[in-house]
């Protein structure tokens, strides 16, 4: 089965606690590219600490991943 590349939009408390652990444990199923937040310090730290892309809602456009997840509660 081919990896689908997901781009994590949101980076708070739930994202880090939930969702990016859970992406990250099925290597073989996603494979995590990019992340998206409108907080450029919490982008920054998260992006430095992961070794991911990060996008910045004022791009229209981030082509590394084929599928954007929300993480908003």
């Known amino acids: ?6 781009g994590m939009i949101g980076l708070g408390e739930i994202a880090q606690i939930i ?3 859970i992406l990250q444990s ?8 990019a992340l998206c937040d409108v907080s450029p310090g919490l ?4 992006g430095k600490s992961t ?7 004022a791009l ?3 082509s590394t ?3 954007w997840t929300p993480c908003s509660c």
């Open 1 to 6: 089965m081919k990896k689908l590349k997901v």
């Open 43 to 46: 982008l920054a730290l998260m």
């Open 26 to 33: 099925m290597p073989d199923r996603f494979e995590l590219v």
């Open 65 to 67: 991943a084929s599928t």
């Open 60 to 62: 229209r456009r981030c």
């Open 51 to 57: 070794g991911l892309n990060i996008c910045t809602p």
């Open 19 to 21: 969702h990016l652990p």
